[in-house]
């Protein structure tokens, strides 16, 4: 019995070995049908691959530790938090993702919030207290001047706890990690540096351990050097460069109140002990927080997530964009499969004599059947290798357009197994989908209608390809639709004036921190750079504000009450959102003065005073009153009830983003009041980006030990804020196209092989007095048909399903007449397009020809 097994599993063997060979002879014979369906299958397969890449890097990759299945992220909720938090608090219930860094609980007051910032003393209580369930460790993320050997640069890294390493489960490349001794108060300040930080200020020197690396102007000795694949415990947020203990933290942030009870800061993860249940982990926490912060807050609550991926917090604002694409080339793959089927229908119609031959000779159904699929699996598999080579040049790109900017996400997008798995098992599904309804009928097969002539063929054999056809046009009109919306939704935001002049606007950051300069000394070397910058040739104008624009943020909560209207404060105290700016920062950015002035030079810390609000502000607050002269109480900026006199008033603008709605705002000299952070905008009459170098001359002759950072243009951080709309425009617009062509491809095989079968009656039908008029127009009636019924299938779902992507719409709805009408006139046209090349060629059909091809 295995002996007779063995020798059928090498005649099996033997077959499918001949059968390869066969299939791959008859695929170079037929070469524009390989290269059509190869090329087809690429892009399908290539486009799923490449998302498929970013969903696994950004949703499903696990921190590369070990067992990560042991890590959690510790988050707190509780009801009317009366503290202030440096970090995430928000209703719960609020995306997370439009968390603010810093904000305080009075606008939702009698709400419960969620926040991930924790007090250095707490976090020792739960530590110490939960030693037996889990290791809880700490950070918190680091923007610092750093020196290595030249000039100084900016460098993002993260303060740690000593068990921070320990916790994670991470090993060095070179030299140790932290350990309990590193978190000491007294001792040496040490640093950590990444593999990338490694390479790129020592040129992968093994000799770097124990060289000093200048962090804010305090020297900090390296000990050890981390491996190529961890980029961090917050994937998806800026690259981190380098890992400080706590212990040295008050030498490089003075205003880091390590100690305090109050100043809560620090976030906070645990690896749970071996055996260890999130229940008995969550009823312990639970206790030591509510013993601590019950004074702070009603129901104080620890929340324990999944964090084998980090404190991806970031990462869930990309799941449905990125679930949305995966759909998107899903259908694209679908119909390059139908294309695929198609086109094979009307080959095998054509290779029917052969199979028939085959038959006749002794080959039975499951061989025929297995021909035909290892075709197409050759097909399928040919198409996957050149997709995963389409998959690498297109993730970076999909990656560069998800992220607004040229440096693409902070995600690990390497091809791991399983993306490749996931190739294999889209090559596996293309090869069944577009082979097994050709298989199937070549299978069928009967030697003696295959012997028959052409003319003997029933019109029933193209059922099938009918079918097929009009699948493909109904699926080609979800991605034109989809594509048409997020166009209209890009030209409607792009259209958008958002109150200033973003075009020849250059922006930086200026990293003060380190200076070590009073206020009175800061505010003359923003002077002295705001009169250097301008003398730059090039330059027109330049500014001072405290912030960037359009970058999502924008300094809020400016409580303050008007003496002229105190029945305003009976409910809640007035907010406004707030800009510190430079006397130059109208004109620089094109913000008309429509009442009373901007500010000037004599605006200073002695003088009366004043403030310049927005259109909104006057409307919501001084609806029938002159605002010019009217007062604006506040306590802002340490100057306890300060009378702030409004002297003019600007047209509104939007700051936050381009699709917000404008706030009321306020607007403070920076002589006045001390600017919380320090950009400068640069309105130039040449290309922005070509004055950097004149930039950092300018500003390396005020004080060289001050780096720029953030160097980018006002356009470039628009462009960034409306990324996902050009994205989604650009690829459902590219992947819309490649669709339609796909389906010109099956339509016009379906048309070519209908001609050729046809032939015949052709030429009958000319010799009877048939006009070339009345042949074309049958052919394209035909294409017409397919394509309306296409169509009746493809509105009504494109209609269904659009509603769910009715939030990332802009100015129009999901059921926009125009879109459709317009993919619908697009679809018919490039239908009828594709039936008239085999249109024209009947058209030339010589009846005394036809009648003899047989």
Not at 171 to 194: K, Q, S, W, Y
Not at 462 to 480: D, I, N, P, Y
Not at 578 to 591: G, K
Request: hydrophobic share 45%; aromatic share 8%.
């Amino acid at each position: 019995m295995n002996i007779q097994s063995k020798q059928q599993g090498w005649v099996w063997l033997g077959q499918l070995i001949q059968d390869i060979r066969y299939a791959f002879r008859t695929l170079l014979k037929n070469p524009v049908f390989t290269a059509i369906a190869v090329i087809s299958l690429a892009l399908g397969i290539g486009a799923n691959t490449a998302i498929f890449s970013l969903v696994n890097g950004i949703l499903l990759r696990s921190l590369p530790v070990s067992n990560p299945q042991e890590l959690r992220v510790m988050q707190w909720s509780g009801a009317d938090p009366a503290l202030g938090v440096h970090g995430r608090l928000l209703p719960v219930g609020v995306d997370t993702r439009k968390g603010s860094d810093s904000m305080k609980a009075g606008p939702w007051a009698g709400q419960r919030h969620i926040s991930n910032a924790f007090s250095y003393p707490l976090y020792k209580d739960l530590r110490e207290q939960c030693a037996a369930q889990a290791d809880i460790f700490g950070y918190d993320d680091l923007i610092v001047t750093a020196r290595t050997q030249g000039e100084p640069f900016i460098a993002r890294g993260m303060i740690v706890t000593g068990n921070f390493f320990t916790g994670l489960g991470v090993r060095p490349v070179i030299g140790r990690l932290f350990t309990a001794e590193d978190e000491r108060p007294d001792a040496a300040p040490v640093v950590a540096i990444t593999y990338a930080f490694w390479q790129k200020q020592f040129n992968l020197d093994p000799g770097v351990l124990g060289r000093p690396v200048t962090l804010n102007g305090n020297s900090h000795t390296i000990v050890g050097v981390l491996p190529r694949e961890f980029i961090g415990v917050t994937p998806g947020s800026d690259e981190t460069e380098f890992y400080v203990s706590f212990s040295p933290q008050s030498s490089i942030f003075s205003s880091y109140f390590q100690t305090q009870t109050d100043y809560w800061w620090i976030k906070l993860m645990a690896r749970m002990k071996p055996g260890m249940k999130d229940t008995r982990l969550q009823a312990a926490l639970d206790v030591t927080f509510a013993a601590q912060a019950g004074s702070f807050m009603k129901e104080p609550k620890i929340e324990l997530s999944d964090g084998r991926a980090g404190a991806a917090y970031t990462s869930e604002g990309y799941r449905k964009t990125l679930l949305i694409l995966l759909g998107t080339v899903g259908i694209m793959l679908l119909v390059a499969c139908a294309n695929i089927a198609g086109l094979s229908l009307s080959r095998g119609a054509v290779r029917r004599h052969e199979l028939a031959v085959r038959a006749a000779l002794g080959a039975g159904r499951v061989r025929l059947l297995r021909q035909s699929l290892t075709e197409s699996l050759m097909l399928a598999l040919l198409g996957g290798m050149l997709g995963i080579v389409l998959a690498v040049w297109g993730r970076n790109i999909v990656s560069r357009l998800l992220a607004g900017s040229p440096d693409g996400l902070y995600y690990d997008l390497s091809l791991d197994l399983r993306v490749l798995g996931f190739t294999l098992a889209m090559a596996v599904v293309a090869a069944l989908l577009s082979g097994l309804l050709p298989a199937f009928r070549a299978s069928r097969v009967d030697p003696v209608d295959g012997l028959k002539d052409r003319a003997a063929l029933g019109t029933s054999r193209l059922r099938a390809g009918r079918l097929l056809v009009t699948a493909q046009v109904a699926l080609t009109m979800l991605l034109l639709v989809g594509g048409g919306l997020y166009i209209r939704t890009l030209v409607n935001l792009v259209k958008i004036d958002p109150g200033f002049t973003v075009e020849n606007v250059l922006l930086f950051n200026l990293n003060t921190d380190s200076a070590g300069l009073s206020d009175t000394a800061m505010n003359q070397l923003y002077k002295q750079a705001q009169e250097s910058l301008s003398t730059i040739p090039g330059v027109r104008s330049a500014t001072l504000i405290d912030t960037k624009l359009l970058d999502g943020r924008l300094p809020g909560g400016a409580f303050f009450t008007l003496p002229a209207h105190p029945e305003l404060t009976k409910y809640m105290q007035p907010q406004a959102d707030h800009l510190t700016v430079s006397e130059t920062f109208f004109t620089t950015l094109d913000v008309p003065i429509l009442l009373g002035r901007g500010f000037t030079t004599t605006d200073v810390e002695d003088s009366t005073q004043v403030v310049v609000v927005n259109e909104t502000f006057v409307k919501k607050y001084f609806s029938k009153e002159y605002p010019i002269g009217q007062v604006l109480r506040s306590d802002m900026f340490g100057k306890q009830s300060a009378d702030w006199n409004i002297v003019g008033v600007c047209r509104d603008a939007k700051y936050t983003g381009i699709k917000t709605d404008v706030s009321p705002t306020v607007y403070f000299s920076y002589r006045q009041v001390p600017a919380i952070a320090s950009y400068f905008a640069l309105r130039t009459s040449v290309p922005p980006l070509s004055l950097v170098s004149a930039v950092r001359k300018a500003m390396a002759a005020l004080n060289p030990n001050i780096p720029l950072s953030d160097i980018t243009t006002q356009k470039a951080v628009r462009d960034k804020d409306i990324s996902q709309e050009i994205m989604f425009a650009c690829l459902c617009g590219a992947l819309a196209v490649l669709t339609v062509l796909l389906s010109c491809i099956g339509l016009y095989g379906l048309m070519a092989y209908n001609v050729a079968r046809r032939t015949s009656e052709i030429g009958i039908r000319m010799a009877l007095g048939a006009t070339p008029s009345n042949i074309a127009r049958s052919i394209l009636r035909e294409a017409f048909i397919l394509a309306v019924t296409g169509l009746t299938i493809g509105v009504p779902v494109a209609l269904a399903l659009t509603r769910f992507i009715k939030s990332q719409l802009y100015g129009l709805s999901p059921s926009d007449p125009v879109t459709m009408i317009g993919a619908c006139v697009l679809l018919i046209a490039v239908s009828l397009l594709s039936a008239w090349i085999p249109a024209h060629r009947a058209l030339r059909i010589s009846p005394m020809e036809a009648l003899r091809c047989e």
